[in-house]
């Protein structure tokens, strides 16, 4: 047997005896995380047979203090919510969006706004609607208001009259007709609004529902036209309920 002179002198004396007994370059050892037998160099020494091994159990062992789990959390925060960790600790009193009730919120974590999933779950569906939706609901009740004034209504029996009660596009005499703005209201009320911008549409709806009397681009016979339901429906905005319309 060829002994190396250079392993020798780096072996420790009871590999070394190994060696000389044996004259094997690796040796037997059982892996500390998973239990496997493994081979070795005999000049290396090793605990696990793989590096998975080895995180696997550093991990399964990795014990951390409070202190040095708090210096972790404090870190990984924004300057805002590390000041108030730093005041009033991991939990903080916050009270729920939907029902009131006051409940601990980790600073550490994402913001949340409800106590419980129920009541996160029944504020989305008494609140879900879009941009546009939230815009509509806004200003819904102005825009009732002002279509419910007698100045509308007179509005479109002027354009009836006018149109001798027949559709203007195919004139058909039987079905029911429709008083359609030329220019859509949504853009005349726009319009009003931004008239009359020093009024807000939520705490001055009594105000801006008597301006509206006097504003004439509402009751402009003009921008009407009568129109049967089926017509009505092939308008800009309507035209996806055309196909619901019998023949």
Known sequence: MEVNINILSHLKPERREYYLKTGSLF?????ESCG???KHHISHSRRFCTFSCRATHLNR???LSE???DKIRIKQLSPERRELYLKHGRFVDKNCKKCGNT???DITKFDKEFCSVSCRQSWINSNRLTK???ARKLFLPLIDLIRDLIQYRIWRKKVYKRDNFICVECGNKNDEIHAH???????????FLQSYNQFSPIDDRDILVKLAIDYKPF????NGATLCIKCHCCTKGRHKYANTISS
Do not use: M, P, Y
Request: proline residues 0%; hydrophobic residues 30%; glycine residues 6%.
């Open 27 to 31: 040796i037997d050892k059982i892996c």
């Open 36 to 38: 496997k037998t493994f």
């Open 61 to 63: 062992n990795k014990k």
């Open 67 to 69: 202190e040095t789990k």
């Open 103 to 105: 409940f601990k919120q």
């Open 132 to 134: 546009r939706g939230k």
């Open 181 to 191: 703005h030329k220019k859509q209201f949504g853009v005349l009320f726009r319009e």
């Open 219 to 222: 009751w402009d016979i003009n």
